[in-house]
């Protein structure tokens, strides 16, 4: 899922998806509305906190 919304999220940054369109893409539950699958190289859990 991380992978998922990374990839969005570049999509964001080259501007072929709008800010407010995550949230939308998010609920609608559909993962063709969402970018690219990103590859894991690099991706590492950094800190978890509970509150």
Same mark, same amino acid.
């Given at each position: 899922?991380?992978?998922?919304?990374? #990839? *969005?999220l570049v999509d964001v #940054? &080259? #501007?072929k998806i709008e800010p407010q369109e995550i949230k939308k893409i998010?609920?609608?539950k559909d993962r063709k509305r969402a970018g690219? *699958? &990103?590859p894991p190289n690099g991706l590492y859990l950094l800190k978890v906190e509970y509150n």
């Open positions: 899922m991380v992978r998922i919304i990374a #990839g *969005t #940054g &080259l #501007g998010i609920d609608s690219k *699958t &990103l």
